[in-house]
């Protein structure tokens, strides 16, 4: 954490405390992403604006608009399968999703479909829909099998879901890594070229320059030259 010449300068015990504050600094930053993230994303105006805005971008939207779709339609083809009704059906999904845009869109769904319009054109619409999971909607209801391609495209989002997770798990490990090591080699840089410009910056004592002024006083040829 810390070079080796102000471990010399400074003892072991700046050391220690400099050691246990980037630990302490590392040990927030992990109570932050593990404990303090999760809970912001249960508020759900966080949850909304968050996803309202990272579904365009790419990484992070495919995590947000994967998680959507998972559990959207991993809740409706079950409630489709066992004959729940379709109000209730579409009520129950949106609300496994947590996002209150999403529970707006499949509100308006229930009296469109009294106007004539088809469910799997009008789940099309749903936010985060791709144009390969429309198809295998649309293609669903016209074979009369929804709840199945519900079901599948479930799946494969879950899919899609595990593997941003696990992808933006490596990004912000190699981040922090990063982080700390340019902070370390910014670190090691600056006590380096104070040790190179000044050989008895590093010794023990030496802050206020009287040992300094001692050794060019009993060795004068060491006295840099103007």
């Not at 790419?58 to 809740?75: D, M, N, Q, V, Y």
Request: aromatic share 4%; hydrophobic share 50%; charged share 20%.
């Amino acid at each position: 954490m810390m070079p080796i010449p102000a471990l010399v300068k400074h003892g072991a015990g700046a050391y220690i405390a400099q050691c246990a504050g980037w630990l302490g600094g590392l040990a927030v930053a992990g109570f932050a992403i593990t404990v303090g993230i999760p809970a912001l994303l249960r508020i759900p105006l966080v949850r909304d604006v968050l996803s309202t805005v990272a579904d365009p971008l790419p990484g992070i939207g495919r995590f947000t608009r994967s998680r959507r779709l998972s559990l959207l339609f991993g809740a409706l083809g079950p409630a489709l399968d066992c004959g729940l009704p379709l109000p209730e059906a579409l009520d129950l999904a949106a609300a496994a999703t947590g996002e209150r845009r999403v529970v707006r869109a499949m509100a308006t769904i229930a009296p469109r479909l009294h106007e004539g319009q088809d469910l799997a054109q009008l789940l099309g619409q749903v936010p985060g829909m791709d144009p390969a999971s429309r198809a295998r909607i649309a293609s669903g209801g016209r074979s009369g099998r929804l709840a199945d391609s519900c079901l599948r495209l479930a799946t494969e989002q879950g899919l899609a879901y595990r593997q941003s997770v696990e992808w933006m798990g490596a990004a912000v490990r190699l981040s922090l890594t990063l982080l700390i090591t340019l902070v370390v080699a910014a670190s090691v840089i600056d006590q380096m070229q104070e040790l190179m410009s000044n050989p008895l910056a590093m010794v023990p004592g030496a802050e206020g320059r009287e040992l300094e002024r001692e050794l060019f006083k009993a060795l004068p040829s060491l006295r840099p030259k103007p």
